[in-house]
């Protein structure tokens, strides 16, 4: 009897490049069919045989509240009803751009867009227009988006499948963003004094999370917003992954003390919507059009859906919510970590707030760099994935991606999961390459 996931699958590669629309979700990284997802409610998500799993992976993040939490889907059905997109604006853009600026201090003015690949795009763009200067500093294993100038040694999905790049990026493209090693001050400033006049910003993930979860290493963010301002630069800090999931104020808040002068959200503020922003201080985000010279359009920019959505999930994040997320986040990790080590399994966790991720092998001290997390036994996270696949568990399909909790991940989701890891570990312990 055909499992639905495989005729779903074979259908699919008959009409869509590789039969997905975002390469992890091919499962190339650890192998077998990927799961066709019907629903999801609360923790739980069901794919197209009717199987339900417990849900880490979150939609990538978004669904800090759960999947199809009632409160949003209503938000979203009644603007629905008032009519799907009018490419005019509307109230509720205005009323979002203020929900963020309250709870992002350094924000002043703040555009919608509809993905983080746009917001870091745009973003890049207006640094460009603002300073005058050309190049670009990024970090190896940094993630922002699909656009040329920026998949250099990126993490996500390159990591995932092991491209160095991406073909149809010119070298001409490519010349204009220096990649340095993550949380190197050292490399940041040999670069910026050899190049200092033409560097326009230095773009980085608040806490990296598409290498698996790498923290930056205590002051590392505050020293590059000061390194970028002694030389006229700009910082431009991505929290796609990380805005309002790690805490109210994104991993920012976490790690206050300096003061980005752009910042790019994705993810959370859509509450699963196609939706995304990049924002910063008034002077600097009033150089974007119809005010400035800096072009930046978008027809289904700030969709009334799509706003609607985000509204709710950012109205109902609350402290509770983000104490829910800490205790679920600390007591699945630990549980993770505590039946490999039974097992005798080499490995490191990961945090950086409530985001989590393990690289396996023998590391002595925790990774900080994207080539140190490379060098990991990664086939041991395939056999991992696979067992708590059967247990019931759904994990990010990739070694190289966060895991992600919701606030309905309750004691009988959360028992679920520990449940499975035993024989999951005991997977990971008898994999080879």
Partial sequence: ????????????????????????????????????????????????????????????GPAILGHAHPAVVDAVQQAAARGLSFGASTPAETELAEAVIGRVPFVE????????TEATMSAIRLARGFTGRPLLIKFAGHYHGHSDSLLAEAGSGLATLALPGSAGVTEATAAQTIVLPYNDLDAVRAVFEAQGPDIAAVITEAAAANMGVVPPDEGFNAALADLAHEFGALLILDEVLTGFRVSEAGYWGLDRGYTPDLVTFGKVIGGGMPLAALGGRADLMDFLAPAGPVYQAGTLSGNPVAVAAGLATLALADEAVYDRLDAVAETVSTAVADALAAEGVAHRVQRAGNLFSFVFGDYPAAPRTYAEVQRQEAYRYRAFFHAMLDAGVSLPPSVFEAWFVTAAHDGPAVDRILAALPAAARAAASATP
Avoid at 36 to 56: H, I, K, N, W
């Fill in 1 to 60: 009897m055909t499992d639905a996931n495989v005729e779903q699958f074979e259908r699919a590669q008959r009409v869509i490049p590789g039969g997905v629309n975002s390469p992890v979700r091919a499962f190339r990284s650890v192998g077998g069919t990927p799961r066709f997802l019907v629903s999801a409610r609360g923790p739980y998500v069901t794919d197209a045989e009717g199987r339900e799993y417990v849900d880490l992976v979150a939609s990538w």
């Fill in 109 to 116: 003015k703040l555009r919608l867009v509809s993905t983080g």
